[in-house]
Protein backbone atom coordinates (compact mmCIF):
# COMPACT_ATOMS: atom_id res chain seq x y z
CA UNK A 1 0.00 0.00 0.00
CA UNK A 2 2.89 2.14 0.46
CA UNK A 3 3.95 2.64 -3.59
CA UNK A 4 0.06 3.68 -3.70
CA UNK A 5 0.13 6.60 -1.30
CA UNK A 6 3.01 8.43 -2.76
CA UNK A 7 3.96 11.94 -4.23
CA UNK A 8 1.12 11.44 -7.17
CA UNK A 9 -1.79 10.29 -4.96
CA UNK A 10 -0.98 13.16 -2.50
CA UNK A 11 -0.55 15.44 -5.03
CA UNK A 12 -4.02 14.77 -6.58
CA UNK A 13 -5.60 14.92 -3.44
CA UNK A 14 -4.63 18.61 -2.53
CA UNK A 15 -5.82 19.42 -5.44
CA UNK A 16 -9.43 17.94 -5.25
CA UNK A 17 -9.38 18.97 -1.78
CA UNK A 18 -8.81 22.41 -2.85
CA UNK A 19 -11.37 22.03 -5.45
CA UNK A 20 -13.49 21.24 -2.92
CA UNK A 21 -13.59 23.81 -0.57
CA UNK A 22 -12.95 26.50 -4.10
CA UNK A 23 -16.99 25.13 -5.14
CA UNK A 24 -20.59 27.34 -4.37
CA UNK A 25 -20.90 24.87 -1.26
CA UNK A 26 -18.87 21.86 0.40
CA UNK A 27 -22.32 19.24 2.12
CA UNK A 28 -24.71 22.12 3.66
CA UNK A 29 -22.28 24.76 4.26
CA UNK A 30 -21.50 27.91 1.73
CA UNK A 31 -17.42 27.62 1.92
CA UNK A 32 -16.71 28.80 -1.45
CA UNK A 33 -13.27 30.16 -0.95
CA UNK A 34 -13.19 30.99 -4.29
CA UNK A 35 -9.54 32.38 -4.95
CA UNK A 36 -8.38 28.90 -4.10
CA UNK A 37 -9.72 27.91 -7.54
CA UNK A 38 -6.83 28.94 -9.70
CA UNK A 39 -4.29 26.89 -6.99
CA UNK A 40 -5.91 23.65 -8.30
CA UNK A 41 -5.26 23.91 -12.13
CA UNK A 42 -1.45 25.17 -10.45
CA UNK A 43 -1.30 21.84 -9.11
CA UNK A 44 -2.26 19.65 -11.87
CA UNK A 45 0.10 21.23 -14.05
CA UNK A 46 2.58 20.24 -12.20
CA UNK A 47 1.60 16.42 -12.31
CA UNK A 48 1.55 17.00 -16.07
CA UNK A 49 4.98 18.43 -16.13
CA UNK A 50 6.27 15.93 -13.91
CA UNK A 51 9.37 14.30 -14.82
CA UNK A 52 8.74 11.40 -12.79
CA UNK A 53 5.53 10.31 -13.50
CA UNK A 54 5.41 6.80 -14.95
CA UNK A 55 2.75 6.11 -17.70
CA UNK A 56 1.27 3.45 -16.05
CA UNK A 57 -2.64 2.64 -15.56
CA UNK A 58 -1.49 2.29 -11.83
CA UNK A 59 -0.78 6.19 -12.02
CA UNK A 60 -3.86 7.07 -13.44
CA UNK A 61 -6.09 5.07 -10.99
CA UNK A 62 -4.49 6.92 -8.26
CA UNK A 63 -5.91 10.26 -9.79
CA UNK A 64 -8.91 9.00 -10.65
CA UNK A 65 -9.58 7.17 -6.56
CA UNK A 66 -8.95 11.46 -5.66
CA UNK A 67 -11.33 12.57 -8.20
CA UNK A 68 -13.86 9.48 -6.97
CA UNK A 69 -13.56 11.11 -3.70
CA UNK A 70 -14.20 14.70 -4.66
CA UNK A 71 -17.49 13.74 -6.67
CA UNK A 72 -18.75 11.28 -4.02
CA UNK A 73 -18.54 14.23 -1.99
CA UNK A 74 -20.32 16.97 -4.30
CA UNK A 75 -22.86 14.58 -5.27
CA UNK A 76 -24.16 13.08 -2.17
CA UNK A 77 -27.35 14.69 -2.10
CA UNK A 78 -28.56 11.98 -5.06
CA UNK A 79 -28.68 9.27 -1.69
CA UNK A 80 -31.61 11.21 -0.18
CA UNK A 81 -34.94 10.25 -2.60
CA UNK A 82 -34.48 6.99 -2.30
CA UNK A 83 -31.87 4.14 -0.85
CA UNK A 84 -31.39 2.91 -4.40
CA UNK A 85 -30.70 6.21 -5.61
CA UNK A 86 -26.92 5.60 -3.83
CA UNK A 87 -26.46 3.32 -6.56
CA UNK A 88 -26.72 6.01 -8.40
CA UNK A 89 -24.72 8.07 -6.77
CA UNK A 90 -21.82 5.82 -6.97
CA UNK A 91 -22.05 5.09 -10.59
CA UNK A 92 -22.02 8.60 -11.21
CA UNK A 93 -19.01 9.52 -9.43
CA UNK A 94 -16.96 7.29 -10.60
CA UNK A 95 -18.07 8.12 -14.18
CA UNK A 96 -17.51 11.84 -13.58
CA UNK A 97 -13.79 11.08 -11.86
CA UNK A 98 -12.93 9.35 -15.07
CA UNK A 99 -12.46 13.16 -16.46
CA UNK A 100 -9.55 14.41 -14.12
CA UNK A 101 -6.93 11.78 -15.05
CA UNK A 102 -8.18 11.81 -18.93
CA UNK A 103 -7.47 15.17 -19.42
CA UNK A 104 -4.03 14.77 -17.48
CA UNK A 105 -3.27 11.76 -19.52
CA UNK A 106 -4.24 14.09 -22.22
CA UNK A 107 -2.39 16.68 -22.20
CA UNK A 108 0.94 14.95 -20.76
CA UNK A 109 0.65 13.43 -24.37
CA UNK A 110 0.30 16.73 -26.42
CA UNK A 111 2.77 18.72 -24.28
CA UNK A 112 5.61 16.06 -24.84
CA UNK A 113 4.81 15.17 -28.28
CA UNK A 114 4.46 19.01 -29.45
CA UNK A 115 6.67 22.37 -27.62
CA UNK A 116 3.90 23.74 -26.32
CA UNK A 117 3.79 24.97 -23.16
CA UNK A 118 0.93 24.08 -20.06
CA UNK A 119 -0.75 26.99 -20.45
CA UNK A 120 -1.08 26.04 -23.77
CA UNK A 121 -2.77 23.00 -23.57
CA UNK A 122 -4.42 22.36 -20.60
CA UNK A 123 -6.85 24.79 -21.06
CA UNK A 124 -7.97 23.39 -24.55
CA UNK A 125 -7.90 20.26 -23.04
CA UNK A 126 -9.90 21.07 -20.44
CA UNK A 127 -12.53 22.88 -22.67
CA UNK A 128 -12.94 19.29 -24.30
CA UNK A 129 -13.41 17.36 -20.91
CA UNK A 130 -15.73 19.83 -19.84
CA UNK A 131 -17.36 19.61 -23.27
CA UNK A 132 -18.00 15.77 -22.84
CA UNK A 133 -19.24 15.98 -19.34
CA UNK A 134 -22.10 18.49 -19.92
CA UNK A 135 -22.88 16.05 -23.10
CA UNK A 136 -22.74 12.34 -22.13
CA UNK A 137 -25.77 10.44 -20.43
CA UNK A 138 -27.67 14.18 -20.74
CA UNK A 139 -24.91 15.99 -19.13
CA UNK A 140 -23.81 16.95 -16.00
CA UNK A 141 -22.62 20.41 -15.33
CA UNK A 142 -22.57 21.26 -11.78
CA UNK A 143 -19.52 21.90 -9.96
CA UNK A 144 -17.38 23.10 -12.69
CA UNK A 145 -14.20 24.90 -11.87
CA UNK A 146 -15.90 28.55 -13.36
CA UNK A 147 -18.85 27.74 -11.04
CA UNK A 148 -16.74 28.74 -7.85
CA UNK A 149 -16.54 32.35 -8.90
CA UNK A 150 -20.50 32.68 -9.64
CA UNK A 151 -20.26 35.36 -6.66
CA UNK A 152 -17.80 37.60 -8.33
CA UNK A 153 -19.40 39.25 -10.85
CA UNK A 154 -16.26 40.66 -12.17
CA UNK A 155 -14.43 37.78 -13.59
CA UNK A 156 -17.27 35.75 -15.43
CA UNK A 157 -18.47 38.27 -17.95
CA UNK A 158 -16.29 36.42 -21.09
CA UNK A 159 -19.41 33.86 -20.21
CA UNK A 160 -21.30 35.82 -23.26
CA UNK A 161 -18.72 35.13 -25.43
CA UNK A 162 -17.75 32.17 -24.75
CA UNK A 163 -20.41 30.61 -22.17
CA UNK A 164 -18.79 29.29 -18.97
CA UNK A 165 -16.11 27.60 -20.85
CA UNK A 166 -14.26 30.07 -21.54
CA UNK A 167 -13.99 31.18 -18.15
CA UNK A 168 -12.87 27.56 -16.98
CA UNK A 169 -10.14 28.32 -19.76
CA UNK A 170 -9.38 31.21 -18.53
CA UNK A 171 -9.34 29.95 -14.69
CA UNK A 172 -6.86 26.45 -15.92
CA UNK A 173 -4.82 28.87 -17.85
CA UNK A 174 -3.91 31.30 -15.34
CA UNK A 175 -3.19 28.57 -12.81
CA UNK A 176 -1.23 27.17 -15.83
CA UNK A 177 1.01 30.33 -15.52
CA UNK A 178 1.01 30.09 -11.85
CA UNK A 179 2.49 27.12 -11.46
CA UNK A 180 5.31 27.93 -14.65
CA UNK A 181 6.18 31.02 -12.39
CA UNK A 182 6.55 29.52 -8.93
CA UNK A 183 7.84 25.76 -10.29
CA UNK A 184 10.85 25.91 -9.96
CA UNK A 185 11.39 29.08 -7.62
CA UNK A 186 12.72 31.61 -10.58
CA UNK A 187 10.06 33.80 -12.19
CA UNK A 188 9.08 33.29 -15.82
CA UNK A 189 8.57 36.32 -17.94
CA UNK A 190 6.57 34.72 -20.68
CA UNK A 191 3.95 32.92 -18.59
CA UNK A 192 4.17 36.06 -16.05
CA UNK A 193 3.34 38.08 -18.74
CA UNK A 194 0.89 35.89 -20.09
CA UNK A 195 -1.20 35.35 -16.96
CA UNK A 196 -1.22 39.33 -16.59
CA UNK A 197 -2.55 40.00 -20.15
CA UNK A 198 -5.46 37.58 -19.59
CA UNK A 199 -6.04 38.70 -16.18
CA UNK A 200 -6.28 41.98 -17.26
CA UNK A 201 -9.03 41.00 -20.18
CA UNK A 202 -11.20 39.71 -17.53
CA UNK A 203 -10.96 42.44 -15.48
CA UNK A 204 -11.44 45.15 -18.14
CA UNK A 205 -13.98 43.34 -20.10
CA UNK A 206 -16.17 42.74 -16.78
CA UNK A 207 -15.36 46.31 -15.79
CA UNK A 208 -17.32 46.68 -19.18
CA UNK A 209 -20.16 45.15 -18.65
CA UNK A 210 -20.86 45.16 -15.32
CA UNK A 211 -21.57 48.91 -14.24
CA UNK A 212 -24.94 49.47 -16.19
CA UNK A 213 -28.00 46.98 -17.22
CA UNK A 214 -28.80 48.98 -20.30
CA UNK A 215 -32.30 48.66 -22.01
CA UNK A 216 -33.60 49.59 -25.19
CA UNK A 217 -36.40 51.52 -23.83
CA UNK A 218 -37.35 53.53 -20.59
CA UNK A 219 -40.80 51.45 -19.45
CA UNK A 220 -41.32 50.61 -15.99
CA UNK A 221 -39.55 47.91 -14.22
CA UNK A 222 -41.49 44.09 -14.20
CA UNK A 223 -42.75 42.92 -11.38
CA UNK A 224 -42.33 39.37 -10.66
CA UNK A 225 -43.36 37.10 -7.13
CA UNK A 226 -40.81 34.22 -6.83
CA UNK A 227 -41.78 32.05 -4.17
CA UNK A 228 -39.83 29.57 -2.00
CA UNK A 229 -41.57 27.01 0.32
CA UNK A 230 -39.53 24.99 2.58
CA UNK A 231 -41.29 21.29 2.75
CA UNK A 232 -38.94 18.67 1.76
CA UNK A 233 -40.14 16.05 -1.01
CA UNK A 234 -40.61 11.89 -0.39
CA UNK A 235 -41.46 9.45 -2.82
CA UNK A 236 -44.44 8.36 -0.30
CA UNK A 237 -44.97 11.51 2.10
CA UNK A 238 -46.52 11.83 5.27
CA UNK A 239 -50.89 12.19 5.16
CA UNK A 240 -51.43 15.65 4.19
CA UNK A 241 -48.23 16.97 3.05
CA UNK A 242 -49.34 17.81 -0.22
CA UNK A 243 -52.21 20.24 0.95
CA UNK A 244 -49.45 21.82 3.63
CA UNK A 245 -47.60 22.59 0.49
CA UNK A 246 -49.93 23.97 -1.93
CA UNK A 247 -51.29 26.13 1.27
CA UNK A 248 -48.19 27.49 2.09
CA UNK A 249 -47.62 28.36 -1.15
CA UNK A 250 -50.91 30.05 -1.29
CA UNK A 251 -49.73 32.02 1.72
CA UNK A 252 -46.32 32.97 0.15
CA UNK A 253 -48.77 34.31 -3.20
CA UNK A 254 -51.00 36.46 -0.55
CA UNK A 255 -47.98 37.78 1.19
CA UNK A 256 -46.54 38.97 -2.30
CA UNK A 257 -50.08 40.39 -3.56
CA UNK A 258 -50.18 42.22 -0.23
CA UNK A 259 -46.42 43.71 -0.49
CA UNK A 260 -47.73 45.14 -3.79
CA UNK A 261 -50.79 46.90 -3.10
CA UNK A 262 -48.56 48.08 -0.01
CA UNK A 263 -45.97 49.27 -2.29
CA UNK A 264 -48.60 50.24 -4.82
CA UNK A 265 -47.09 48.88 -7.24
CA UNK A 266 -48.97 45.83 -8.77
CA UNK A 267 -47.59 42.34 -9.82
CA UNK A 268 -47.42 41.30 -13.60
CA UNK A 269 -46.26 38.00 -12.62
CA UNK A 270 -46.03 35.41 -8.97
CA UNK A 271 -44.22 32.26 -10.46
CA UNK A 272 -44.71 28.58 -8.55
CA UNK A 273 -41.63 25.92 -8.58
CA UNK A 274 -42.18 22.75 -10.29
CA UNK A 275 -44.90 20.22 -9.31
CA UNK A 276 -46.28 22.37 -6.21
CA UNK A 277 -49.62 22.73 -8.21
CA UNK A 278 -51.36 19.62 -7.24
CA UNK A 279 -54.27 19.43 -9.53
CA UNK A 280 -53.34 18.10 -13.25
CA UNK A 281 -53.98 19.90 -16.37
CA UNK A 282 -55.53 17.46 -19.53
CA UNK A 283 -54.66 17.61 -23.35
CA UNK A 284 -56.94 15.57 -25.49
CA UNK A 285 -55.28 15.38 -29.07
CA UNK A 286 -57.83 14.94 -32.22
CA UNK A 287 -60.85 15.06 -29.10
CA UNK A 288 -59.74 11.31 -27.97
CA UNK A 289 -61.68 10.86 -24.67
CA UNK A 290 -60.50 7.53 -22.79
CA UNK A 291 -62.82 5.35 -22.05
CA UNK A 292 -62.94 5.45 -18.13
CA UNK A 293 -63.94 8.98 -18.38
CA UNK A 294 -67.48 10.26 -17.87
CA UNK A 295 -66.40 13.76 -18.94
CA UNK A 296 -66.16 15.09 -22.54
CA UNK A 297 -63.20 16.86 -23.52
CA UNK A 298 -64.06 19.92 -23.28
CA UNK A 299 -65.73 19.56 -19.57
CA UNK A 300 -62.59 17.91 -18.47
CA UNK A 301 -60.35 20.62 -19.55
CA UNK A 302 -62.89 23.42 -18.15
CA UNK A 303 -63.15 21.29 -14.97
CA UNK A 304 -59.12 21.82 -14.33
CA UNK A 305 -58.53 25.19 -15.91
CA UNK A 306 -61.95 26.47 -13.39
CA UNK A 307 -59.37 26.58 -9.99
CA UNK A 308 -56.25 28.03 -11.72
CA UNK A 309 -57.97 30.89 -12.66
CA UNK A 310 -59.69 31.23 -9.76
CA UNK A 311 -56.84 31.52 -7.47
CA UNK A 312 -55.14 33.97 -10.39
CA UNK A 313 -58.81 36.01 -10.16
CA UNK A 314 -58.50 36.24 -6.52
CA UNK A 315 -55.52 37.67 -6.32
CA UNK A 316 -55.94 39.77 -9.49
CA UNK A 317 -52.32 38.76 -10.72
CA UNK A 318 -51.39 36.09 -13.44
CA UNK A 319 -49.49 32.99 -12.27
CA UNK A 320 -46.86 31.10 -13.66
CA UNK A 321 -47.48 27.49 -12.69
CA UNK A 322 -45.49 24.04 -12.84
CA UNK A 323 -47.75 21.52 -13.45
CA UNK A 324 -48.41 17.99 -14.65
CA UNK A 325 -49.56 17.77 -17.79
CA UNK A 326 -51.56 14.38 -18.66
CA UNK A 327 -52.03 14.20 -22.77
CA UNK A 328 -54.62 11.67 -24.16
CA UNK A 329 -53.87 9.71 -27.77
CA UNK A 330 -55.36 6.86 -29.40
CA UNK A 331 -52.27 5.58 -28.79
CA UNK A 332 -51.36 6.04 -25.38
CA UNK A 333 -51.24 8.76 -22.24
CA UNK A 334 -48.76 10.51 -21.80
CA UNK A 335 -47.77 12.72 -18.93
CA UNK A 336 -45.64 16.19 -19.04
CA UNK A 337 -43.69 18.23 -16.76
CA UNK A 338 -45.09 21.54 -17.69
CA UNK A 339 -44.87 25.65 -16.76
CA UNK A 340 -48.25 26.69 -17.35
CA UNK A 341 -49.03 30.88 -17.81
CA UNK A 342 -52.53 31.58 -15.95
CA UNK A 343 -54.10 34.95 -16.78
CA UNK A 344 -56.68 36.12 -14.98
CA UNK A 345 -57.84 39.08 -17.22
CA UNK A 346 -57.93 37.30 -20.05
CA UNK A 347 -59.36 33.95 -18.48
CA UNK A 348 -56.85 32.00 -20.14
CA UNK A 349 -54.57 29.03 -19.10
CA UNK A 350 -51.56 29.10 -21.44
CA UNK A 351 -49.50 29.00 -23.48
CA UNK A 352 -47.59 25.93 -22.11
CA UNK A 353 -44.24 24.84 -22.20
CA UNK A 354 -43.15 20.85 -21.82
CA UNK A 355 -39.79 19.93 -20.18
CA UNK A 356 -37.82 18.85 -23.09
CA UNK A 357 -34.98 17.44 -21.26
CA UNK A 358 -35.77 14.96 -19.11
CA UNK A 359 -33.63 13.64 -15.71
CA UNK A 360 -32.49 10.03 -16.19
CA UNK A 361 -33.89 7.99 -13.35
CA UNK A 362 -36.30 10.70 -12.36
CA UNK A 363 -38.44 11.72 -15.22
CA UNK A 364 -37.45 7.96 -17.66
CA UNK A 365 -35.21 4.94 -17.50
CA UNK A 366 -33.05 4.03 -20.59
CA UNK A 367 -33.57 0.76 -22.36
CA UNK A 368 -37.22 0.56 -20.56
CA UNK A 369 -38.74 -1.36 -22.61
CA UNK A 370 -36.41 -4.01 -22.08
CA UNK A 371 -37.09 -4.32 -18.71
CA UNK A 372 -39.70 -5.86 -16.51
CA UNK A 373 -42.79 -3.90 -15.21
CA UNK A 374 -41.47 -4.68 -11.68
CA UNK A 375 -37.66 -3.72 -12.06
CA UNK A 376 -37.17 -1.61 -9.08
CA UNK A 377 -36.26 1.94 -10.39
CA UNK A 378 -38.97 1.26 -13.57
CA UNK A 379 -41.49 0.79 -10.45
CA UNK A 380 -40.31 4.10 -8.81
CA UNK A 381 -39.74 6.44 -11.38
CA UNK A 382 -42.43 8.72 -12.22
CA UNK A 383 -42.05 8.60 -16.46
CA UNK A 384 -42.63 11.35 -18.06
CA UNK A 385 -42.64 12.60 -22.01
CA UNK A 386 -40.73 14.98 -23.52
CA UNK A 387 -41.75 18.05 -24.76
CA UNK A 388 -40.63 18.87 -28.53
CA UNK A 389 -40.08 22.64 -28.28
CA UNK A 390 -39.63 25.94 -26.57
CA UNK A 391 -42.40 28.63 -26.30
CA UNK A 392 -42.69 31.86 -25.32
CA UNK A 393 -44.61 32.81 -22.90
CA UNK A 394 -46.09 36.54 -22.77
CA UNK A 395 -46.02 38.61 -19.37
CA UNK A 396 -49.12 39.99 -19.01
CA UNK A 397 -49.56 44.12 -18.97
CA UNK A 398 -45.99 44.14 -20.83
CA UNK A 399 -45.36 43.52 -24.31
CA UNK A 400 -42.46 41.21 -22.96
CA UNK A 401 -41.97 37.34 -23.44
CA UNK A 402 -40.13 35.17 -21.28
CA UNK A 403 -38.56 31.42 -21.51
CA UNK A 404 -39.03 29.02 -18.77
CA UNK A 405 -37.02 26.07 -17.96
CA UNK A 406 -37.61 23.29 -15.60
CA UNK A 407 -35.22 22.05 -12.83
CA UNK A 408 -32.29 20.63 -14.74
CA UNK A 409 -33.02 22.24 -17.55
CA UNK A 410 -31.17 25.39 -15.88
CA UNK A 411 -28.05 23.47 -15.55
CA UNK A 412 -27.74 22.61 -19.31
CA UNK A 413 -25.79 25.75 -21.04
CA UNK A 414 -26.68 24.51 -24.67
CA UNK A 415 -29.75 23.86 -24.05
CA UNK A 416 -30.76 27.26 -22.60
CA UNK A 417 -28.99 29.22 -25.27
CA UNK A 418 -30.65 26.72 -27.75
CA UNK A 419 -33.77 27.87 -26.48
CA UNK A 420 -33.59 31.53 -26.53
CA UNK A 421 -31.91 31.42 -29.89
CA UNK A 422 -34.59 29.45 -31.26
CA UNK A 423 -37.17 31.99 -30.13
CA UNK A 424 -34.93 35.08 -31.32
CA UNK A 425 -35.65 33.06 -35.17
CA UNK A 426 -39.20 33.24 -34.23
CA UNK A 427 -39.42 36.54 -33.49
CA UNK A 428 -40.39 36.09 -30.14
CA UNK A 429 -36.86 36.29 -28.04
CA UNK A 430 -37.60 36.40 -24.27
CA UNK A 431 -36.28 39.34 -22.10
CA UNK A 432 -36.36 36.64 -18.78
CA UNK A 433 -35.43 33.80 -18.44
CA UNK A 434 -37.22 31.58 -15.74
CA UNK A 435 -36.89 28.46 -13.72
CA UNK A 436 -39.19 26.36 -12.10
CA UNK A 437 -37.40 23.62 -9.64
CA UNK A 438 -38.49 20.97 -6.96
CA UNK A 439 -35.42 20.38 -5.49
CA UNK A 440 -36.97 19.40 -1.96
CA UNK A 441 -35.94 16.00 -2.50
CA UNK A 442 -31.90 16.94 -1.69
CA UNK A 443 -32.66 18.73 1.82
CA UNK A 444 -31.15 21.92 1.68
CA UNK A 445 -27.90 20.72 1.11
CA UNK A 446 -24.98 21.55 -1.67
CA UNK A 447 -27.07 20.25 -4.63
CA UNK A 448 -29.06 23.66 -3.89
CA UNK A 449 -25.88 26.46 -4.29
CA UNK A 450 -24.41 24.45 -6.97
CA UNK A 451 -27.39 24.90 -8.66
CA UNK A 452 -28.01 28.62 -8.35
CA UNK A 453 -24.40 28.81 -9.01
CA UNK A 454 -25.38 27.22 -12.66
CA UNK A 455 -28.21 29.58 -13.73
CA UNK A 456 -25.80 33.07 -12.98
CA UNK A 457 -23.77 31.96 -15.66
CA UNK A 458 -27.41 31.02 -17.75
CA UNK A 459 -27.65 34.91 -17.01
CA UNK A 460 -24.72 36.38 -18.14
CA UNK A 461 -24.12 33.75 -21.37
CA UNK A 462 -27.27 35.06 -22.77
CA UNK A 463 -27.50 38.37 -21.33
CA UNK A 464 -30.96 37.92 -19.58
CA UNK A 465 -32.25 38.08 -16.46
CA UNK A 466 -32.47 34.90 -14.54
CA UNK A 467 -35.47 33.88 -12.21
CA UNK A 468 -35.55 30.71 -10.50
CA UNK A 469 -38.57 29.63 -8.07
CA UNK A 470 -37.42 26.73 -6.49
CA UNK A 471 -39.39 24.30 -3.80
CA UNK A 472 -36.39 23.41 -1.27
CA UNK A 473 -34.23 26.68 -1.98
CA UNK A 474 -32.40 28.70 -3.51
CA UNK A 475 -34.97 30.86 -5.30
CA UNK A 476 -33.29 34.04 -6.26
CA UNK A 477 -33.23 36.86 -8.78
CA UNK A 478 -30.00 37.18 -11.11
CA UNK A 479 -29.57 40.30 -12.85
CA UNK A 480 -28.03 40.03 -16.52
CA UNK A 481 -24.69 40.44 -15.40
CA UNK A 482 -24.69 37.65 -13.04
CA UNK A 483 -25.01 39.13 -9.45
CA UNK A 484 -27.63 37.46 -7.17
CA UNK A 485 -30.07 40.84 -6.27
CA UNK A 486 -32.70 38.79 -4.23
CA UNK A 487 -32.55 35.38 -2.88
CA UNK A 488 -34.29 33.46 -0.48
CA UNK A 489 -32.10 31.46 2.71
CA UNK A 490 -31.61 27.79 2.98
CA UNK A 491 -34.56 26.03 4.49
CA UNK A 492 -37.02 29.60 5.16
CA UNK A 493 -40.71 30.04 2.93
CA UNK A 494 -40.11 32.88 1.86
CA UNK A 495 -41.54 34.97 -1.36
CA UNK A 496 -40.27 37.96 -2.75
CA UNK A 497 -40.84 40.88 -5.44
CA UNK A 498 -37.98 41.90 -8.01
CA UNK A 499 -37.78 44.74 -10.63
CA UNK A 500 -36.72 43.60 -13.38
CA UNK A 501 -35.20 46.07 -16.55
CA UNK A 502 -34.78 44.05 -19.43
CA UNK A 503 -31.10 43.80 -20.84
CA UNK A 504 -31.29 45.51 -23.99
CA UNK A 505 -27.63 43.48 -24.93
CA UNK A 506 -27.15 40.88 -27.32
CA UNK A 507 -24.62 38.02 -25.99
CA UNK A 508 -22.45 36.41 -28.84
CA UNK A 509 -22.81 32.99 -26.96
CA UNK A 510 -26.47 32.98 -27.86
CA UNK A 511 -25.73 34.08 -31.85
CA UNK A 512 -23.33 31.62 -32.09
CA UNK A 513 -23.09 28.90 -29.34
CA UNK A 514 -20.23 26.91 -28.47
CA UNK A 515 -18.05 28.14 -31.45
CA UNK A 516 -15.21 28.09 -28.71
CA UNK A 517 -15.62 24.68 -27.04
CA UNK A 518 -15.81 23.65 -30.99
CA UNK A 519 -12.73 24.78 -31.49
CA UNK A 520 -10.95 23.27 -28.94
CA UNK A 521 -12.31 19.94 -29.34
CA UNK A 522 -10.98 19.87 -33.22
CA UNK A 523 -7.57 21.85 -32.21
CA UNK A 524 -7.32 18.60 -29.98
CA UNK A 525 -8.64 16.11 -32.11
CA UNK A 526 -6.07 17.52 -34.98
CA UNK A 527 -3.00 17.29 -32.32
CA UNK A 528 -4.06 13.77 -31.03
CA UNK A 529 -4.37 12.68 -34.98
CA UNK A 530 -1.05 13.77 -36.16
CA UNK A 531 0.50 12.40 -32.64
CA UNK A 532 -0.24 9.33 -33.07
CA UNK A 533 0.56 9.85 -37.08
CA UNK A 534 3.98 10.28 -36.32
CA UNK A 535 3.51 7.78 -33.57
CA UNK A 536 2.79 4.95 -36.47
CA UNK A 537 5.72 6.32 -38.56
CA UNK A 538 8.46 6.13 -36.13
CA UNK A 539 7.56 2.35 -35.19
CA UNK A 540 10.42 0.29 -36.81
CA UNK A 541 8.89 -1.75 -40.31
CA UNK A 542 9.26 -5.50 -39.87
Known sequence: MKSFFDKIFWTALFSVVLYLLASPAVFCWEVNLWPLVFFVPAIWARLIRCETFAETQFRYTKIWVCAFGFWLATTFWICFPHPLTSLGWIALSAYLAVYLPVFIAVSRHLTRRYPLPTYFVCPVVWVCVEWFRNHVFGGFSPAALEHSLYKVPLLIQTADLGGQYLVGAQIVFLGCCLERIFVPLNPRKTPLTAALGVLLFMLAYGWYQTPNVTSDDQSPPIRIAATQGNYPVTLNPPEGQGEKTFRQYCKLSEDAVKQAEKDSKPLHLIVWPETVYPYPMFEFCDGFTPDDWDMTPEEALEESRKFPL????????????????????????????????????????????????????????????????????KTLCQTASRGTKPVAIPIPGTDVFLSANIC??????????????????????????????????????????????????????????YITAANGGISAYIDATGKIVNRGKRKEAVSFISEIQPDGRKSFYTAYGDVFAYGCLILTAVLLIRKFQRSNKSEPQS
Open 310 to 377: SMASCWNTPLLLGVSTYSFTQEKENRLNSVVLVDPLTQTVGPRYDKVHLVMFGEYVPLAGYLPDDFPL
Open 408 to 465: FEGLVPHLVRGQVAELRRQGKEPAILINLSNVGWFYFTSQIDLQLATQVFRAVENRKP
